[in-house]
């Protein structure tokens, strides 16, 4: 099939580390069909940042456009600007590239302005979800019936969770049209491996325990609850708190940390290749990911992958993928309940192998036949 893909979710010039399980998967997506990848930048990212390499890959192609839209503006208007920035800028071309299929990754306003782009070019189309674009972004009003409607007249509907998936049942969508697809893991990359050689790689001190934390720093993904609970844990002196990644929250983080008693003991490493987030991993005792929202974020896979213990929060589809012998789960936003379970699971010993073994359920191969299917039988419908 020919398969344009349509996301906000995926590496760029702008953004090389964006969305790696999107870019793993269009990948392996296209070693089976002609895929496209149609990347909607921000205005403001294209303006503001410095390009940077394009990111590589195998099978795929990609292509992008910038997503314009009046500033001081309510988003429920984006949709509207995001179809329409499209057509502008990659109109013409679209309609004779002779596409069998749009694929939307992201709820508002991808999926909105890809619904407008298959009706004007008499194409089927799928949506996937992945979390915080139901979660959050379609609470009420105006953009909820956009989202609504989008998802309810898609070919399919894709959830990273079961959870995720009721969500969209909820929403409107017949339950035979929602199928949980799990995001898969790299094992040939994310596996144990030598602590002491992959701290010896990062600069790390051998000695000590290590607490990680992989994603963007953003309040909603629990930064700042998890310093509090960092600073707070009892038993914690030998322990260092890392944080893997960028974003808005990184100078806040930083100057609240200098503040703390562990100011000393907090790392930020910035954003870092998707690959050495395997030797941080591998280097570590502890993943830790308390946000307030989530749909099944890839790096607790990779962490179990990697036979790494996980502390996150009981959101989305969390509860899902991490079993009690692989890691401990609290509410979110609660810092005590935090802090006691980073003091308990740094303490403990934790099953390896099991944890590893668990972790091999998560397979591309299994999600990519998956979602193979479900296209090939919404472009049948």
């Known amino acids: 099939m020919n398969i344009l893909a349509l996301t906000n979710l995926f590496p760029s010039a702008w953004d090389p ?32 940042r410095r390009a940077a390499p394009p990111p590589t890959l195998q099978h795929a192609r990609t292509s992008d456009f910038t997503f314009w839209y009046p500033p001081k503006v309510g988003r429920s208007l984006h949709g509207l600007a995001w179809y329409a920035s499209l057509l502008a800028q990659h109109g013409r071309r679209l309609g004779r590239q002779g596409f069998d299929l749009l694929l939307a990754s992201w709820g508002y306003p991808d999926a909105v302005g890809t619904r407008w782009l298959a009706r004007r ?69 994310f596996r144990p491996g030598d602590r002491a050689a992959a701290r010896n790689a990062l600069g790390l001190p051998e000695s000590g325990r290590i607490v990680l934390y992989a994603g963007n720093l953003k309040p909603e993904k629990g930064c700042f609850d998890l310093l509090d609970a960092f600073a707070s844990a009892p038993g914690l002196h030998d322990c260092r708190l890392a944080f893997v990644g960028d974003g808005p929250a990184r100078a806040a983080l930083a100057r609240r940390s200098s503040g703390l008693d562990a100011g000393g003991k907090v790392t930020l490493a910035g954003a870092r290749p998707h690959a050495e987030l395997a030797t941080w991993m591998q280097a570590a005792d502890l993943l830790c990911l308390p946000s307030h929202n989530e749909g099944v974020p890839n790096v607790v896979l990779e962490a179990m992958s990697c036979g790494l213990p996980v502390v996150a929060t009981r959101v989305g589809g969390i509860p899902e993928v991490l079993p009690e012998f692989a ?8 810092v005590p309940a935090l802090a006691g379970a980073i003091a308990e699971a740094v303490s403990r010993d934790w099953p390896t192998a099991a944890i590893t073994k668990h972790a091999g359920r998560f397979t591309w191969s299994g999600n990519i036949s998956k979602l193979d299917g479900v296209l090939r039988a919404s472009v049948g419908r």
């Open 17 to 48: 580390l964006r969305a790696s399980y999107n870019r793993q998967q269009f990948d392996r997506l296209a070693e089976h069909h002609d895929v496209e990848v149609l990347v909607a930048i921000d205005f403001h990212s294209r303006m503001r």
């Open 327 to 334: 890691g401990k789960m609290v509410p979110p936003r609660d």
């Open 121 to 189: 070019l008499g194409l089927p189309y799928v949506v996937k979800v992945h979390g915080s674009d139901l979660n959050a972004l379609a609470p009420s009003g105006l953009r909820r019936r956009q989202v609504c409607a989008a998802l309810r007249d898609a070919g399919a509907v894709i959830s990273v969770s079961s959870a995720l998936g009721a969500k969209a049942v909820g929403l409107g969508v017949p339950a035979e049209r929602v199928h949980v697809i799990y995001n898969g893991v790299d094992a040939t990359l």
